[in-house]
């Protein structure tokens, strides 16, 4: 087995249960009081959780917060100071690191094949005892058709009739086509070679899945089948990832690190931001009440000190030994550590900003689209979607001159001043610092402004001098964000400008974008951002360019008719040509994609009315037991009357849930 899928059986080890919706559900992992510190600076404290079988799980937090460092850990790639990793005994886990990808000289398929050695062996081993059955006689048959019996029993259980398509479905999928199935792994992009290490993961099917950054290599589409994958995935999956759309579609457990300490909360991402907001602000209130009680404290025993009488004097001591045994609340962290920054143009546009006529573009036989036109008008926010290979940013790099149009003009409008940010960071120099970036850029500024801006950028002290060769991809990513604020540019070409960006950066650029009076053009994967600031989307698909004027979730309910509309079967892109020639036609498999849709709607919904029943039970129980109604025998008939039909309630409610998951995962 390759470094890229890392399968590991922990033996040994104690299996713990716990009670959840009704089911006895085992613990995979328990994390007990990890600590880790590197160079005497701590980034992990006393962080402590648990992972039950069929759990989704995130692990958010800021860039440097630990995450990964956690990861490895549980891995025993790396070694805490002090706690306890747990795998409960005969347990599987997966691990795809953000980094990880295949090599060798095998090809895609060839290589997830790998994965199936064991069915392959059961395949070779059933052809041989076929052979031998037809010459045998007797008790050597009986015990040959005993064999084969067995074989065919395992073979089945191990999916062994279905394990090449089910291998495709997972290629495909991930966003390989067919005609790609036979390239050698050694010829393949970085991103592609960690699709493949990621496919061969999926196919290892571990009890526990553990993802770092998943959806960095996959376009729109490969995003959406991961989910759906992962939701009806018989094991838990444990995720780090910054892509809060896909947090929101597969999480059922968010285990935050901040300041060094984990928090868990039960619900997707959208759950875990209310739920920090409401906790932040509680510490922060009773952090703010305590305080005015101690200063009142402190204020009253020095007026009976200032009496000066024996009286006052022991009735101030009292207050005070009153006050020590108070136990202070630590003031909770702000974390100011975010970068913050506005994009504000400094000129006006005309209402016409970009008018593209007749683009057309080929890299020898990639024919990415032709005769493609559409307009830009002043103060639109585009996205530009599409699947790997479409030529999304070749599109972005023809409009800003980079790249000749085979045909085609694209015609900028009066007082345009374009600014670009490019997702490979080709406009910054591998030789200069990251002060000399912005100083040869802008010679007008005085070291003390420069400074100030690349603060703004989480660039302090000698961090300045750093070369840019020695930078991260996020670092990279912050030193184009800097420029591009410094451009004052009124229309933005942006390629992926949320990549390497943790969740709170995002967020600041999403503020950002959308209160700019400028107008954007840009190519993202990821959706949540769509959704957050698009006025319009452009769908490069088929060759052709839909237009949808709205944000992502009117994408979503719009794409199926534009598309019936715009592109027909034949002239969709090859990955859809190859799935009309599957044994479902391409109605039927509308129809299909149409019920799991409204399948997994229902699914969400009853998940949502399950939780609401539990919350109104507990809430309920809290009632029950207060004081007040012990006494009162007609009040605890009414509530343990009303708990009854909430308890019948969820019991229905739970079979519904089972019944949609089975159907889910046929």
Known sequence: MTPACKLVIFPNCTIITALKKGLVNTVILSVSNINKAFHEVPVLRNVSFH???????AIVGINGAGKT????????????????VTISKDKTVGYLSQHEAVSGENTIYEELLSVKQEIIAMEQQMHTVELQM?????????????????LTHAYEAANGYAYKSELTGVLKGL??????????????SGGQKTRVALGKLLLLK????????????????????????LLNYKGAVILVSHDRYFLDRIANKVIEIDNTKATVFHGNYTDYATGKEMLRAAAYNAYMKQQQEIKHQE????????????????????????????ERLEKPVEYERAIHFELTPSVLSGNDVLRVENYSKSFGDNHLFHDMSFEVKRGEKIAIIGQNGTGKTTLLKMINGMEPADNGTAIPGTNVEIGYYDQEHNVLHDEKTIFEEIQDDYPSLTHTEIRNVLAAFLFTGEDVFKPVHLLSGGEKGRVSLAKLMLSKANFLLLDEPTNHLDITSKEILETAVNN???????????????????TRILDLTGQKLLSYNGNYSYYLDKKDTMEKIHLTPEHTDTQKKEDTESKLDWQEQKQLAAKRRKLENQYSQIEQKIEMLENEIAALDIELSL???ATNSAKLTELSREREEKESALAEAMELWEDLAEQLTL
């Not at 037809?134 to 067995?150: F, P, R, V, W």
């Not at 009253?300 to 108070?326: Q, T, Y």
């Open 627 to 629: 004081p007040e109604h």
């Open 299 to 326: 204020a009253v025993i020095e007026k009976l000190k200032s009496f000066n009488r024996e009286k006052s004097i022991k009735r101030a001591e009292s207050r005070e030994k009153m006050l020590d045994k108070i």
């Open 69 to 84: 460092t956690l990861l490895r850990i549980i891995m025993g790639e790396l070694s805490a100071d002090e706690g306890i």
């Open 206 to 229: 571990p009890n526990l899945i553990i993802l770092d950054e998943p959806t960095n290599h996959l376009d729109l589409s490969s995003i959406t089948w991961l989910e759906t994958y």
């Open 51 to 57: 992972i039950e079988d069929y759990d989704k799980a």
């Open 516 to 534: 700019y009076t400028g107008t954007v053009l840009y190519v993202s994967h990821d959706r949540y951002f769509i959704n957050k600031t698009a």
């Open 134 to 150: 037809k010459t045998a006689s007797g008790e050597h048959l009986e015990q040959l058709m005993n064999t084969y019996a067995s």
């Open 175 to 188: 966003g390989f086509m067919e005609s790609e199935f036979d390239k050698s792994v050694a010829t393949l």
